[in-house]
C-alpha cells in the first residue's frame, strides 16, 4: 500500500458532488412543468440556467479541493 491511496480515498468524497450535478441536470420528469413561473419565466427554463450556474460552483469546489490536498 503507497502513501498515495489514503489521499486518493480522501479526494473520492468530492466526487460525489460532481455525480450530484449529474443526476440534478438528467432528472428531467423533475424540472418538466410550467409553474412556478420567475420573471414570466416557466420553470423548466430557470432551473436549467440554475443548474449551469450550480454546476460550474460545484465543478470548481471539487476542482479546487482535489488540487489543493495534492
Known amino acids: 500500500m503507497s502513501d498515495l491511496e489514503p489521499r486518493r480515498r480522501g479526494k ?3 466526487y460525489i458532488l460532481l455525480v450530484l ?3 440534478l441536470a438528467l432528472c428531467v420528469p ?3 412543468t ?3 413561473l420567475l420573471a414570466g419565466m ?3 427554463y430557470w ?3 440554475a443548474i449551469v450556474l450550480v454546476c460550474a460552483v460545484l ?3 471539487v476542482y ?3 488540487e489543493r490536498s495534492s
Request: hydrophobic residues 50%.
Open 30 to 32: 423533475f424540472y418538466n
Open 64 to 66: 479546487l479541493a482535489t
Open 42 to 44: 416557466p420553470f423548466f
Open 12 to 14: 473520492a468524497g468530492w
Open 59 to 61: 465543478t470548481a469546489v
Open 34 to 36: 410550467s409553474k412556478p
Open 47 to 49: 432551473y436549467q440556467l
Open 21 to 23: 450535478q449529474w443526476v
